[in-house]
């Protein structure tokens, strides 16, 4: 028969298991997460994200003629 019995883990009785420090990797990876969230969004991205909100909207994109054809001038 199968235990429900974790390895290492509190069965619910005392606050050992509420008094836990969380494992060394998981400050640098809260670190890591943190300076990802914080870098600038590069240019290039942030007008692929106006040309698809464009599109969502029914327009053309940005930089577009008419018929949503990229105009001549408009190399990125």
């Known amino acids: 028969m199968a235990s429900n019995h974790r390895q290492g883990g509190s069965n619910g009785g005392g606050n050992e298991g509420s008094q836990r420090r969380a ?3 998981a400050d ?3 670190q890591l997460y943190d300076s990802v969230v914080e870098e600038a969004l590069p240019d290039n991205f ?3 994200l106006d040309r698809l909100d ?3 909207d029914g327009g053309p994109p940005p ?3 008419d018929n949503g054809q990229r105009t ?3 190399r990125t």
């Open 54 to 56: 464009a599109l969502d």
């Open 23 to 25: 494992p060394e990797w």
């Open 63 to 65: 930089g577009s003629n």
């Open 72 to 74: 001549a001038g408009d």
């Open 46 to 48: 942030r007008d692929l």
């Open 28 to 30: 640098g990876l809260k």
